[in-house]
């Protein structure tokens, strides 16, 4: 079964740092790229960013809102990818989700992670 | 800053088609910007309809299609049933490995 499976959310300050996991399974991870989505609550869905595969260099791309406060990594041999989040704000309080990219869009996606960021 | 237009709510009575539209606050959408459409029912993540357009994602019911109308993108239920209503989200690549959610249709069924 292809599967994706966030972890790693909770509850920090604003100004901390949190990093969320997201393990893959049932398929072949190093060939696929990773987006994250995150929503807030009652919101609608915001992409965040994305991460490519070893022969693109594993490049990543963020919207503008988390551009230099987040990071998205990956670890082939694992079969996991990460979204380091520092200096956040109480804005990013949201439930994340890794998806799989397909065809310029998503098609697997994963429960979900919580992150409140409050003081 | 490109925003990407979907209508906040519409509703549709069971059996009936509704077509639910994503575009631009500037220019077209065309089959480029690889459209693609997901429903969201509460407390659950988002599952995949359309991708491309118009491809439907696996165990989709062809009730669900995709187009390019106009210059929107769009989506259409035909045969709406009750478990239909739901959120609906479009998303558009706008180049450079970037993408946009739009803001979501909350669609009735009654």
């Known amino acids: 079964e292809v599967q994706l499976v966030e972890s790693g959310g909770g509850l920090v300050q604003p100004g901390g740092s949190l990093k969320l996991s997201c393990a893959a399974s049932?398929?072949?991870?190093?060939?696929?790229?990773i987006h994250w989505v995150r929503q807030a609550s009652g919101k609608g869905l915001e992409w965040v960013g994305h991460?490519?595969?070893?022969?693109?260099?594993?490049?990543?791309t963020y919207t503008a809102s988390v551009k230099g406060r987040f990071t998205i990594s990956r670890d082939d041999s694992k079969n996991t990818a990460y979204l380091q989040m520092n200096s956040l704000k109480t804005e990013d309080t949201a439930v994340y989700f890794c998806?799989?990219?397909?065809?310029?869009?998503?098609?697997?996606w994963g429960q979900g992670t919580t992150v409140t960021v409050s003081s | 800053q490109t925003v990407v237009t979907q209508e906040p709510s519409f509703s549709v009575s069971p059996g009936g088609t509704v077509t639910l539209t994503c575009g631009l606050s500037?220019?077209?959408?065309?089959?480029?910007?690889?459209p693609s459409w997901y429903q969201q029912t509460p407390g659950q993540p988002p599952r995949t309809l359309i991708y491309?357009?118009?491809t439907r994602s696996s165990g989709v019911p062809d009730r669900f299609s995709g187009s390019i109308l106009g210059n929107k993108a769009a989506l259409t239920i035909t045969g709406a049933q009750a478990d239909d209503e739901s959120d609906y989200y479009c998303v558009l690549y706008m180049g450079n490995v970037i993408w946009v959610f739009g803001g979501g249709t909350k669609l009735t069924v009654l």
């Open positions: 998806t799989r990219d397909y065809s310029h869009a998503v098609d697997v």
């Open positions: 491309n357009t118009n």
């Open positions: 049932g398929f072949t991870f190093s060939g696929s790229a």
């Open positions: 500037s220019g077209s959408v065309s089959t480029s910007y690889y």
């Open positions: 991460i490519r595969i070893k022969t693109n260099n594993y490049a990543t």
